[in-house]
């Protein structure tokens, strides 16, 4: 066989061997979700107002969405505890990372999920996440991650809050955690944002309002 032909032959194999590279196990341990101090996990019921439709409860990937009405004060938060190829790196090699500022009522905690050293779920059953990575990159642990929010609300707003959980770093911005496997360079990033439109009601309020002044400052005008 002539050289070039194993050369070509060869370079053919490397592109195949990495293309069809098998991707990370990424598998969901465990999740909760607090909605005002109530806490809903595996097995349980979940609200009407809370849309997983876009979430896959095996890998633990994709949107999660709530929403929140009452003129009150509220708190909501995800825990989320993934592991990365497991069965070939054990699930205690892997650590975390912030990256961004946080909104202005958002919190967000990366801990050991409890079974050793971690307060993480002690902390997101109390509504009071700490804003502290506690397994960096020199101190490599079993990994689980939280987001939270707390805010307020008129009467007539609804809060609509997604959180987002991706492979793809490219699918999140802003403000989000990240847990890596270095053995297996996977990762997981996870987001979350808050919208609060105005309500619509009082916008047609608004509007109409304005329009009433302005006929009024007309008929003046005519009668003067």
């Known amino acids: 066989m002539k050289k070039a032909t194993i050369i070509l032959l060869a370079f053919i194999w490397l592109v195949l061997g990495v293309s069809i590279a098998p991707a990370a196990d990424i598998a969901l341990f ?9 806490i809903y996990a595996p097995g349980d019921e979940l609200p009407d107002n809370i849309d997983v439709t876009a979430f896959d409860f095996g890998t633990g990937l994709g949107n999660i969405t709530v929403s ?4 009150s ?9 993934h ?4 069965e070939k790196n054990t699930f205690f090699n892997e650590y975390g990372s912030v990256t961004g500022a946080v909104a202005t009522g958002q919190s967000w905690e990366i ?4 079974f050793v050293f971690g307060d993480i779920y002690y902390n997101f059953l109390a509504s009071s996440l700490d804003n502290t990575n506690s397994i ?20 007539g707003q609804t ?13 999140v911005n802003g403000f989000y955690l990240s847990q890596y496997d270095p053995d297996s360079q996977a990762g997981i990033y996870f987001s979350s944002r808050k919208a609060v439109p ?3 009601t009082l916008l047609l309020f608004g509007i109409g309002l304005v329009g009433c002044v302005a006929a009024k400052k007309k008929i003046k005008a005519f009668n003067a």
């Not at 465990?30 to 109530?38: F, H, M, P």
């Not at 929140?68 to 003129?71: D, E, F, I, R």
């Not at 004060?73 to 505890?81: G, T």
């Not at 801990?111 to 409890?114: A, L, Q, R, T, V």
């Open 136 to 155: 960096p990159d020199s101190n490599p642990e079993d990994v689980s991650m939280a987001l939270g929010w707390d805010f307020s609300l008129s009467a």
């Open 30 to 38: 465990d999740w909760s979700v607090n909605l005002d101090g109530a």
């Open 198 to 200: 105005e309500p619509v």
């Open 68 to 71: 929140m009405t009452g003129a």
């Open 83 to 86: 592991e990365i190829d497991e």
């Open 73 to 81: 004060s509220h708190y909501l938060a995800l825990f989320l505890d």
């Open 111 to 114: 801990d050991e999920p409890g």
């Open 159 to 171: 809060a609509a809050i997604t959180f987002n959980v991706s492979t793809e770093k490219s699918n």
